[in-house]
């Protein structure tokens, strides 16, 4: 099985919450990217216990963000 076929076999739509590198993986980003984002407050977390969880939710919300964003800086 390749690295691309094992990804989308481990892709679960139903999860409501990812772990950091599966946000970084879900937005085709590197690891350290992410934590960048976490750090800088632009995509929240949710720690349980000694680990955080990424809220889909937050990614998607990202994700429409950056892209109105873009569009403003389209029509300016």
């Known amino acids: 099985m390749h690295k691309a076929d094992a990804n989308r076999a481990d892709f679960d739509p139903s999860l409501l919450a990812v ?8 937005l085709s980003i590197g690891r350290t990217t992410m934590y960048g984002l976490i750090r800088d407050g632009a995509v929240p977390t949710v720690p349980f216990g000694r680990s955080r969880r990424v809220p889909v939710q937050a990614l998607v919300d990202y994700l429409t963000q950056r892209m109105q964003t873009r569009s403003n800086h389209a029509a300016a």
């Open 19 to 26: 772990t950091v590198e599966e946000a970084a993986r879900r």
